[in-house]
Protein backbone atom coordinates (compact mmCIF):
# COMPACT_ATOMS: atom_id res chain seq x y z
CA UNK A 1 0.00 0.00 0.00
CA UNK A 2 1.44 3.68 -1.16
CA UNK A 3 1.19 6.17 1.81
CA UNK A 4 -1.95 8.06 2.34
CA UNK A 5 -1.50 11.94 1.06
CA UNK A 6 -3.14 14.71 2.85
CA UNK A 7 -5.33 17.32 1.07
CA UNK A 8 -2.59 20.07 1.00
CA UNK A 9 -5.76 22.71 0.81
CA UNK A 10 -6.63 21.09 4.39
CA UNK A 11 -3.56 20.98 5.38
CA UNK A 12 -3.02 24.82 4.94
CA UNK A 13 -6.69 25.84 6.85
CA UNK A 14 -6.32 23.57 9.70
CA UNK A 15 -4.31 23.17 13.28
CA UNK A 16 -4.34 20.49 15.73
CA UNK A 17 -4.57 21.74 19.26
CA UNK A 18 -2.90 19.87 22.21
CA UNK A 19 -5.84 18.48 23.42
CA UNK A 20 -6.70 16.85 19.62
CA UNK A 21 -9.47 19.23 18.50
CA UNK A 22 -9.16 21.13 14.90
CA UNK A 23 -8.41 25.11 14.97
CA UNK A 24 -9.77 27.10 12.21
CA UNK A 25 -10.25 30.77 10.78
CA UNK A 26 -13.02 32.83 10.20
CA UNK A 27 -13.99 32.74 6.65
CA UNK A 28 -15.51 36.82 5.67
CA UNK A 29 -12.24 38.64 6.60
CA UNK A 30 -10.26 38.94 3.65
CA UNK A 31 -11.96 41.81 1.40
CA UNK A 32 -15.50 44.39 1.02
CA UNK A 33 -14.51 45.20 4.49
CA UNK A 34 -16.53 48.76 4.68
CA UNK A 35 -19.81 47.79 5.27
CA UNK A 36 -18.33 45.77 8.11
CA UNK A 37 -18.94 46.53 11.92
CA UNK A 38 -15.26 46.87 13.62
CA UNK A 39 -16.87 44.63 16.22
CA UNK A 40 -17.67 41.98 13.52
CA UNK A 41 -14.20 42.09 11.72
CA UNK A 42 -12.58 41.98 15.11
CA UNK A 43 -14.92 39.09 16.20
CA UNK A 44 -13.78 37.28 12.63
CA UNK A 45 -10.21 37.71 13.76
CA UNK A 46 -9.86 35.41 16.24
CA UNK A 47 -9.62 31.35 15.43
CA UNK A 48 -12.16 28.79 16.76
CA UNK A 49 -12.81 25.03 16.86
CA UNK A 50 -14.26 23.09 13.98
CA UNK A 51 -18.16 21.93 14.61
CA UNK A 52 -18.35 18.34 15.72
CA UNK A 53 -20.44 16.95 12.46
CA UNK A 54 -17.26 17.93 10.43
CA UNK A 55 -14.46 16.86 12.42
CA UNK A 56 -14.59 13.11 10.66
CA UNK A 57 -14.33 14.37 7.53
CA UNK A 58 -10.81 16.54 8.29
CA UNK A 59 -9.52 14.05 9.99
CA UNK A 60 -9.19 12.05 6.97
CA UNK A 61 -8.42 15.00 4.29
CA UNK A 62 -5.35 15.60 7.25
CA UNK A 63 -4.72 11.62 7.24
CA UNK A 64 -5.40 10.71 10.16
CA UNK A 65 -7.76 8.14 10.90
Known sequence: MPKMKTKSGAK???KL???GKIK???AFK???LTK???K???N???STTVDKTDVKNIKL?????
Request: glycine content about 8%; hydrophobic content about 20%.
Open 30 to 32: SHI
Open 36 to 38: KST
Open 17 to 19: TGT
Open 44 to 46: LTY
Open 61 to 65: CLGMK
Open 12 to 14: KRF
Open 40 to 42: RKR
Open 24 to 26: RKH
